[in-house]
């Protein structure tokens, strides 16, 4: 895979030659494709979907549909009725915990980690919160998360009761940048618990099979993965829809962000012909060339994840700390050398267990040489 040629695709760096970006775990930049369709939509086939009966409203409504097939077979769903439009992975956790509002009894508990995304987690204390008032009273029960960045699945075996209704899980973490083994809970979800995982981070990075994964929910926002912003997916498992009530189910109606909608589906062709397996060789190199590069700073320390265990994987993020310096200073220090990194709590989910990181994150429009700018701008400031 070229990233010097596949970088052309990205106008974002045609007006900022000079940019090293390294902050796409938090959005990644858009290709040419993509924003030619959505000018195009809004300047030629802007209707509202099935409202009119003309010939744009029709047929948007069927592309929306053909979207959803799209993501279906992208994430090799059974059904199209499985794939839940929404305005991504945040909205996805309210409408998982209003599923299950009338599943949880008094005393059922949720397997959580709090060192996963906030949005992630509080949505399930907000539902804690909101039982309470009707007299059922739920447990939210932490696991650990390994050395190596990733949940911890005997631990989170070792906590299963038979009060557990649910175990939430991310499958990338935003932070670690590892890979969970998620497809190891299958025989404790044949117990009846449900599985929800955090894909925002994976989906675009990896192949993602929900069958393979045993996931009854999974979610991810579009926008990580080169489409618009305000667009997302929440898979539910055609099994959970039949036991769950109804009623609860979320519902698409209103107008929906319909070019994002489309803009996915387009997003995912071009993942397509890039090939994900050539997305996740390209990352798994980036890795080890930050990890091998950076290593040679001194006062450099990495989080948990990639950086702390000597493996040969990784997902395009990196994340340290440098010693006698804030991770906010690094990270302005670094923006005036026109190379933009995260910086500070990475929205960890409990105060008490926040990391204070500068992290990496990197796509296929990332380069070695960006990487050489990165380290070089380091050196600088630690100067070596």
């Known amino acids: 895979m070229d990233s010097q040629k596949i970088k052309l695709d990205f106008p974002f760096f ?27 939509f809004y300047s030629t086939q802007n209707a509202n979907a099935g409202r009119g009966a003309y010939s744009l409203s029709t047929k948007l409504l069927k592309q929306i549909e053909q979207s959803r097939n799209v993501v279906r077979e992208f994430i090799s769903a059974e059904l199209d009725s499985e794939i839940f439009f929404n305005s991504g992975s945040t909205l996805a956790q309210a409408q998982i915990a209003n599923c299950l509002l009338t599943y949880f009894k008094d005393g059922d508990e949720i397997l959580y980690s709090p060192l996963d995304h906030r949005s992630f987690v509080d949505p399930w204390f907000d539902l804690q919160r909101k039982l309470k008032h009707f007299g059922v009273n739920i447990n939210l029960v932490p696991y650990q998360i390994r050395p190596t960045g990733d949940a911890d699945i005997n631990d989170i075996k070792n906590k299963v009761t038979k009060k557990t209704k649910l175990i939430n899980i991310t499958q990338v973490h935003n932070v670690f940048g590892t890979d969970a083994d998620v497809h190891l809970l299958k025989e404790i979800r044949e117990s009846g618990v449900f599985i929800n995982v955090d894909a925002a981070q994976s989906v675009g990075h990896t192949k ?25 997916v929440l898979y539910i ?39 994900l397996s050539n997305v996740h060789t390209h990352l798994v190199d980036l890795t080890q060339y930050a990890l091998a590069s950076l290593r040679e700073l001194p006062g450099l320390s990495f989080t948990k994840g990639v950086g702390f265990c000597p493996c040969n994987d990784g997902y395009g993020i990196v994340s340290f700390n440098i010693e006698g310096f804030d991770p906010l200073d690094v990270a302005f220090y670094l923006s005036q050398h026109d190379i933009w990194v995260r910086a500070g709590d990475h929205c960890t989910a409990k105060s008490d267990n926040q990391v204070n990181a500068v992290r990496c994150s990197m796509h296929v429009y990332t380069t070695c040489e960006d990487i050489d700018r990165l380290v070089c701008a380091l050196k600088s400031l630690l100067q070596v």
Do not use: R, W
């Open 237 to 275: 498992n055609k099994n959970v829809q039949e036991i769950v009530s109804k009623e609860n189910l979320p519902q698409e109606k209103g107008t929906k962000d319909y070019p994002g909608i489309l803009s996915l589906a387009m997003a995912i062709n071009y993942l397509h012909d890039i090939g």
């Open 208 to 232: 993602v099979n929900v069958v393979e994964l045993g996931a009854d929910f999974l979610s991810f926002s579009g926008h990580k993965m080169f489409s618009s912003f305000g667009v997302g």
């Open 14 to 40: 045609k007006e900022h030659p000079n940019a090293v970006y390294l902050d796409s775990a938090a959005t990644s930049q858009k290709p040419k494709c993509i924003i030619d369709f959505l000018n195009t």
